[in-house]
């Protein structure tokens, strides 16, 4: 269902019209894969599995922070280029985190350690001493701009509003769903996010 409520949300940008930031929590201990990544079956017995609409890697949602931004088309954000977007959304995390964090300045590595995200800090993450702290993976489409991040921390949804406001001016008003919004989520939760044909494709 946090997989299917961040493509609801994304779907209904355009007609939003302005920026909204998302956070949540697991109802259990979860992993989310990348959206290339090969399923871990290793883990199915131990973990609630889900493949994310964004790429990256593995993530373990277990006394993580999870959040979400979600943009229309033309927003400056939207205008950027990836690599731009996502520091510039995680200077706002660093800015929540309250500590002596920084994002990442760096080239990508060529190439990965570990399929887990944690273990990959690359260019734009938010790390303290060489530790990751945060990382995301964004997806552009039709409807707007998805960032799914991860923070190795617990922070309130207040803090982190209060890191984008201190870092990027945000100014927040309070948003529910739309009943078009649930239902699609509903939808996308049990045709999509719950299927093997999602979670366990074949690339």
């Known amino acids: 269902m946090n997989m299917a409520v961040d493509e609801a949300l994304l779907r209904a940008a355009v007609e939003r019209g302005r920026p909204l930031l998302r956070v949540y929590s697991w109802r259990q201990p ?3 894969i990348g959206y290339f990544q090969k399923f871990p079956a290793h883990l199915a017995g131990h973990y609630d599995i889900v493949r994310r609409p964004t790429g990256g890697g593995l993530v373990y949602h277990d ?3 999870t959040y979400t931004v979600v943009l229309p088309p033309g927003h400056p954000l939207f205008e950027m280029i990836a690599t731009e977007s996502y520091c510039t959304i995680h ?5 929540a985190l309250a500590v002596e964090a920084q994002v990442l300045n760096s080239k ?3 190439s990965l350690t570990s399929d887990e995200c944690f273990r990959n800090p690359v260019h734009g993450d938010v790390v303290v001493d060489g530790r990751k702290l945060a990382g995301a993976a964004q997806r552009r489409t039709k409807w707007g701009l998805l960032h799914q991040g991860s923070i190795a921390a617990k922070l309130t949804e207040v803090r982190i509003a209060e890191g984008f406001s201190e870092a990027l001016g945000a100014d927040f008003q309070p948003y529910r769903h739309g009943a078009e919004e649930c239902v699609m989520a509903e939808s996308l939760a049990s045709g999509k996010y719950a299927t093997n044909a999602w979670n366990k494709r074949i690339l």
């Open 30 to 32: 979860a992993v989310s």
């Open 63 to 65: 006394g993580d922070t």
């Open 91 to 95: 200077k706002a995390v660093a800015a």
């Open 108 to 110: 990508p590595r060529a």
